[in-house]
């Protein structure tokens, strides 16, 4: 939990005094269920990053120890809290819903370094997940990183970078806001 809070406060700090920051980076598991065909899955995050409209557009997961020491395990974990999170969400059609794509990722940390990882999937794979007959189609974690925290200059790249996702998060809630009040 220690290190949950650190990286949360690391997180509110950074937008703490931007007000174009109206998204709120929170320490509270969200927990996804999700019906996949004929199977069940389910995924615990450790925090997310929740829109006004109280949409989630990033969840975080975070490892008290290396990365290296785990890897395997850690990417499968990740990538079921995606699949599990594009369930949630309705099983948004890619093609036609690309604000999922570009606002939904995923913000690790393993001990000292910090990740960010973009997923990116098509249409085939919302069929997968749904249990229906497609071609083979995968989920393609994209990440970045690491930036070190105990670095000064990795670390102040980083925040900018959650700044910026941060405020995405924020503007594009207002501008789906904005848009489905002009059309009522």
Known sequence: MIV???????????????LHATAEWKLVQQFFK???GRARIAARTDGYLETNDEKTTAIIEVKPYARVLDIDQIQMQESTQIAAAIASRGF???ETHREHLSSFILVSQSRHEVFITVPRYGINYIKYLKGESAPLSLLKMEQYGPWDIFNSRSLANLC????ALTIS???????????ESGNS
């Open 160 to 163: 900018g970078i959650l700044l």
């Open 4 to 18: 949950n809070s650190s990286l949360i406060m690391l997180l509110a700090a950074i937008v703490a005094f931007c």
């Open 169 to 179: 998060a924020s503007r594009k809630q207002k501008t789906t806001s904005s848009s």
């Open 34 to 36: 999700a019906d996949l």
């Open 92 to 94: 948004p059609d890619p």
